[in-house]
């Protein structure tokens, strides 16, 4: 299969040497955050920078470092010190997922203020 889980990190990830095109994950995929890569020739997603940014030591993607709000927050879910941790498990706030229906148990979460 093309898509996987990384064990290290959790990051759903493409393995673009094994897709061949069909599209049947991009059709599938239940938060409509796949797309056909012209440039690669295959289905492509975010990969949360691991390539371009966490690969290289930084802690940090892209979008959340240029979040002028601060909003963007991107951490190890598991580790009581990191700020993503904090905010997802705060009894006072309500925190969910896109489309739990699916499934899938993302680990992308949304929280009001």
Known sequence: MATYKDPQNG?????????????T?????????????????????????VD???????????CSAACP???RIFGDLASPDSQVY?????LEKVVWVMRPEAGTKPNIFYTKG
């Not at 994950?25 to 920078?49: I, T, W």
């Not at 371009?52 to 892209?62: D, M, P, V």
Request: proline letters at 2%.
């Open 11 to 23: 990051i759903v990830m493409m393995d673009i040497t094994k897709c061949i095109g069909c599209l």
């Open 86 to 90: 904090r905010s997802v498990h705060q």
């Open 25 to 49: 994950c991009q059709l599938g995929c239940p938060y409509n955050a796949r797309y056909f890569s012209e440039e690669k020739h295959a289905v492509d997603k975010c990969n949360f920078c």
């Open 52 to 62: 371009t940014r966490l690969s290289k030591g930084e802690k940090l993607t892209a």
């Open 69 to 71: 709000a601060d909003v």
